[in-house]
């Protein structure tokens, strides 16, 4: 960052001190750190983390905006990078692994089918996006998004982080530091946590509909 | 081009009142009567020579009240594929005999067919559900079985389409996503039961011994869905030993996105751009396969260019996926990235050829029924001669010269995952791993399409069946796709790309086609009926990485479980095609 955009303007620098002090605010330094050391979640669901692990490699080489330290494990990650079609025979994984990362962290939905189901949303295993569990800080469009294409969305991860403020963020706020999704899991379908009196509510609905139907029929 | 003589043995005459031949118009093959399956399979096999199987679906005919599955298989000495089916009535519970006993490769396509249809197969050592999870109610691939985004039967929809009205599928469910539950189902009396239950139940089976007296317990480990090494999310169960592997189990199904289901909703074109999803490092292979089996049911004829297009595009994509094979490889390895460098920087390239030619890096959307869809430009055809002539000769031996001496590399890949020839062809095994085993077998000489009989290669075979030999035989294979593309581009005309016009949609004959192409990690088929109409009755997809993966647990038994990382990426599974 440069001395100016990071000198916080209404303070004199004494000439000899220039290039040595600086005088800026806790957030705009605090942003700095962290925008620049963003270390992605090593995850990759299908297609798109292909293209993903090419943005990685030499030609659009992420690392220099301090994306290249891919961590295998959540609890090292600052971003999950949610790359390819999710299912639903993986998602109580994946909002698990959500759930083990620590805050600060932000989801990037990569591509058509992290962002809402793409190509293969109509298919019987398959989740319409990540955002129905988990909230989403930047979407990519694209199938798959070209590495031009995810660099331009980290860079407006960037830009996010640059807004956040350290009295605001919810993670020094009292209370738990971080919200947990509930992990959805597997019965005759998907069951989410989250939508069970829904789900009751219509099946009795369903279950009434079809009593009638049989009597109308008796 | 010229396929060797069919087999003269006449089934129904052998075995009378047991097989009859498929009269029906548009298909061929053999009907055996399920009872004497077993029976006729092992006479297929053993008196015929048909060693090794390579398809198995079910196919749900629904007005006909019977389930039907369909077999293709081999010789691995060349030669087309021999069809024959077994058929059941379509009444619950459907059973037919297990082929698992002739050819043992059948185990995991025949835990799909159950999985997906329903269908017993008796007999078979480990019948679970493979691709969805245990408790899923149904089986989606029926005919009458109906996803919760259900619409119409097929597309073009009619809600999308001509008003081009567009209506969130979220707001036409019943359950407000795409889930379903029978009437009165109530989440919180439902009893979980453990999907896991049957998995570890087989695992169990697995019993240590006492030894010097002392009884050690084995552990079972999980790698996956989420880990670092198997490239997606794909996920084994190891029971170990110490270190030594006792038993591994593939679990899979973490990326079904359901490419039949909706292949058979599709128009018969709209399926092309899915097929570049299933293995998504070779789209421009992949739509080749199934463009075959079109044709052939619709008689096209391709034109000149458009074939020597195809090959160029196919070999292209062939070195592009073994060297990233080698890069991720040696990732998986510890020797971070720097080879996997190497070989995306080449990648790159010849995307660049791929994007030029389609618009698209990865998913190109390229074949037609009938050619292909756009020509090569001068300025691309410039690159990939640069390419072919003088860039990639000198690079590949850069990166043997780089990784295939490396002490460390060799002590690792030595003598591990070794797989004997006679198993590979029962477990149904294709592609380079067949080849490292020392069989000759590649569909491009043994049953050859296109034009790949106009061209000299040769067929790189090694003998040791270890890792290392899976390695080096890949590295051959990339010098024999350069001899091939460098003919190609020399002899390469002008000409139409297309036969005939292009069009959107396609009436394609009543009848079945099975095609089958040598794409890099092997064999991939498609296997399509079709009723007339204009979207498939059945699209199957038999795919390398699926069928390769069950000799998994064959070459990792004793082994240590740290190599099994290395076996696996010799196996060269992506997990697009792997789940489909
Ligand atoms: S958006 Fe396209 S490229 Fe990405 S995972 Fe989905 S199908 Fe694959």
Redesign the pocket.
């Known amino acids: 960052m440069s001395n100016n955009e990071l000198n916080s303007p209404g303070y004199e620098i004494p000439e000899e001190l220039e290039g040595k002090v600086a005088i800026t605010t806790l957030d705009k330094i605090y942003n700095f750190g962290r925008r620049s050391s963003v270390w992605p979640m090593m995850f990759g669901?299908?297609?798109?983390?292909i293209?993903m692990i090419a943005a990685q490699a030499a030609r659009y080489d992420m690392a220099r905006f301090g994306m290249e330290v891919m961590r295998p494990s959540p609890r090292q990650a600052d971003m999950m990078l949610v790359?390819?079609?999710v299912t639903k025979k993986m998602i109580p994984a994946i909002v698990r692994l959500y759930n083990q990362m620590a805050e600060p962290k932000y989801v990037v939905a990569?591509?058509?089918?992290?962002s809402g189901g793409?190509?293969?949303k109509e298919g019987y295993n398959v989740v319409a996006g990540i955002d129905k569990f988990l909230p989403v800080d930047v979407y990519i469009p694209?199938?798959?998004?070209t590495p031009q294409a995810l660099v331009a969305g980290m860079i407006k991860l960037q830009e996010k982080i640059d807004k956040q403020s350290i009295s605001q963020v919810r993670w020094y706020k009292k209370g738990a530091d971080t919200v947990e999704t509930p992990i959805p899991f597997l019965g005759p379908d998907l069951i989410d946590p989250r939508h069970i009196p829904e789900i009751k509510a219509k099946a009795a609905e369903l279950a009434a509909l079809a009593a009638a139907a049989s009597e109308t029929v008796a | 081009m010229t396929t060797p003589v069919v087999e003269a043995i006449n089934l129904a005459e052998k075995f009378p009142g047991k097989v009859t031949a498929d009269a029906r118009p548009g298909y061929s093959g053999w009907i055996i009567s399920k009872e004497n399956l077993v029976e006729v399979a092992t006479f297929i096999r053993d008196e015929m020579g048909y060693d090794a199987l390579t398809n198995l679906c079910a196919i749900d005919y629904l007005e006909q009240k019977m389930m039907e599955v369909t077999y293709q298989v081999f010789k691995t000495t060349g030669g087309p594929v021999l069809t024959f089916k077994a058929q059941a009535e379509r009444v619950d519970p459907i059973e037919i005999p297990s082929v698992v006993s002739v050819w043992p490769g059948a185990e995991l396509q025949e835990r799909e067919a159950y999985d997906l249809y329903g269908i017993r197969f008796v007999g078979h050592p480990d019948l679970r559900r493979i691709l969805m999870w245990e408790g899923f109610d149904g089986y989606p691939m029926r005919r009458d079985w109906k996803e919760a985004f259900y619409e119409e039967d097929a597309k073009p929809l009619k809600s999308r389409w001509p008003e081009g009205k567009h209506k969130l599928a979220e707001t036409r469910a019943t359950f407000g996503d795409n889930v379903a539950f029978k009437p009165g189902f109530d989440p919180d009396k439902w009893i979980p039961s453990d999907p896991e239950e049957l998995l570890y139940a087989t695992l169990k089976n697995y019993k240590s011994e006492v030894k010097d007296g002392i009884k050690t317990d084995h552990v079972v480990v999980n790698m996956g869905p989420q880990h670092p090494s198997t490239h997606g999310v794909f996920r084994a169960v190891a029971v170990l030993d110490g270190e030594i592997v006792v038993s591994i189990k593939p679990v899979m199904g973490y990326l079904h996105?359901n490419h039949e289901k909706i292949g058979e909703r599709n128009t018969w074109l709209q399926n092309i751009p899915y097929t570049d999803?299933l293995d998504?490092f070779n789209s421009m292979y992949n739509a080749w396969s199934y463009a075959l089996a079109v044709e052939k049911m619709m008689g096209i004829t391709v034109p000149e260019r458009a074939e020597y297009i195809r090959v160029i595009m196919g070999e292209l994509s062939r070195i592009q996926n073994h060297l990233i094979l080698f890069g991720m490889l040696w990732n998986d390895l510890g020797s971070y990235f720097t080879p996997a460098l190497y070989a995306f920087e080449e990648r790159e390239l010849i995307l660049d050829i791929f994007e030029a030619v389609s618009g698209s890096r990865?998913?190109c959307n390229y074949y037609r029924f009938g050619g292909v869809v756009r020509d090569i430009d001068e300025a691309s055809m410039k690159k990939i001669k640069e390419l072919v002539f003088d860039r990639l000769p000198g690079k590949i031996e850069e990166i043997d010269r780089l990784l295939s001496e490396n002490e460390i590399f060799v002590s690792r890949m030595k003598g591990v995952g070794y797989l004997s020839p006679e198993d590979s062809i029962a477990y149904s095994v294709t592609g380079p791993n067949l080849r490292a085993a020392g069989v000759p077998y590649d569909i491009r000489r043994a049953d050859p399409y296109g034009i790949y009989d106009r061209f000299e290669f040769d067929i790189p075979v090694r003998h040791n069946s270890d890792l290392l030999d899976r390695y080096h035989l890949r590295m051959d294979e990339i010098h024999q796709s350069l001899r091939i593309l460098q003919q190609a581009l020399k002899q390469i005309t002008e000409g139409p790309v297309l036969a005939g016009k292009p069009q959107y949609t396609h009436r394609v004959p009543v009848g079945e086609a099975y095609g089958r192409v040598e794409a890099p990690k092997g064999e991939l088929g498609y296997y399509v009926v079709s009723n007339g109409k204009g979207n498939p009755y059945r699209y199957h997809i038999r795919t390398p990485s699926f069928v390769n993966i069950t000799s998994m647990e064959k070459m990792c038994v004793g082994t240590k479980i740290a190599d099994f990382v290395a076996i696996l990426g010799m196996v060269d599974i992506v997990l697009?095609e792997l789940d489909r």
């Open positions: 669901l299908a297609c798109c983390a293209e790359a390819g079609t990569m591509g058509a089918c992290a793409g190509p293969f694209g199938c798959p998004p | 996105r999803r998504y990865m998913m697009g």
